[in-house]
């Protein structure tokens, strides 16, 4: 490497180098100095001769054993500071290498943290959902297992009105409905009186327990069958109109 290159370089060396380099050139400059005097030259001044007028020559000290060692010492010492310079570039890649894999690490475990989090809350909110649906499975079962099948006969019509009418705050009794039944049609849902004073008023006695039009009208029950020869509804509005008059089914023993 010439010498010329070095203080270029100088402006990249640290404050130290700066000084170690600035004191290997003084001390280089000094060396040459010195190269320039004789070794055998005599220190006591003479007798001063006269000075010819001629040109004088002065023989070339570059290539002296003084100023080959000066010029080989400064030749190193530049070496190792380019040596220094290089291993602090070298030093500061890595570690800037290093931060940037240090962010690169950080910045995917990060997104890492973050799609483990949406993944979790995704589970979560599937999770409710079945357990939501397995709930309204579930009622939806208990609902359909309370849910009461009735015979289509006398006995499942009584105990069908009778659920009615406990909903619907109704008195009466299995007994007290199936008694009067038995008397006013023997269990006939169609039956119809055709010749009391009601059919001679044109408002037969109809169903079950033989009401007339307007009776059902006025006393039926929400949620049965409008049709007066329906059993459940023909029981419920007959127990209903029962209860306002007499207090219960129960209570009635006779035509009513």
């Not at 290997?24 to 070794?39: E, K, T």
């Not at 939806?140 to 105990?159: C, F, H, K, M, Q």
């Not at 659920?163 to 169609?190: C, F, K, Q, V």
Request: glycine share 6%.
């Amino acid at each position: 490497m010439s010498v010329s290159s070095i203080p270029g370089r100088r402006r990249r060396l640290n404050k130290t180098q700066k000084l170690s380099v600035a004191g290997i050139s003084a001390m280089a400059v000094a060396a040459l100095s010195f190269s320039l005097v004789p070794a055998n030259a005599d220190p006591k001044p003479e007798a001063e001769t006269p000075v010819s007028a001629e040109p004088v020559a002065f023989a070339s000290v570059a290539g002296t054993p003084q100023a080959k060692t000066v010029q080989a010492s400064i030749i190193e010492q530049h070496s190792t500071a380019e040596q220094l310079v290089k291993a602090a570039d070298l030093a500061r890649a890595k570690e800037a290498a290093a931060a940037k894999a240090k962010a690169a690490e950080a910045a995917k475990i990060k997104a890492q943290a973050e799609a483990k989090a949406k993944a979790e809350a995704a589970a979560k909110v599937r999770a409710k959902a079945v357990a939501a649906e397995r709930t309204q499975t579930q009622v939806a079962s208990r609902s359909e297992a309370r849910t009461p099948v009735y015979a289509n006969n006398l006995d499942g019509w009584i105990r069908e009105s009778l659920d009615i009418m406990r909903a619907h705050g109704i008195p009466g009794s299995y007994n007290g409905l199936h008694r009067n039944i038995m008397r006013e049609s023997t269990g006939n849902p169609n039956a119809v009186n055709g010749w009391d004073v009601n059919a001679q008023n044109g408002t037969p006695s109809c169903g079950l327990l033989q009401v007339i039009r307007p009776t059902f009208n006025a006393y039926h029950v929400p949620g049965t069958s409008w049709n007066i020869y329906d059993p459940v509804a023909n029981i419920t509005a007959a127990a209903n109109y029962a209860a306002d008059k007499y207090g219960s089914m129960d209570n009635v023993n006779s035509a009513y």
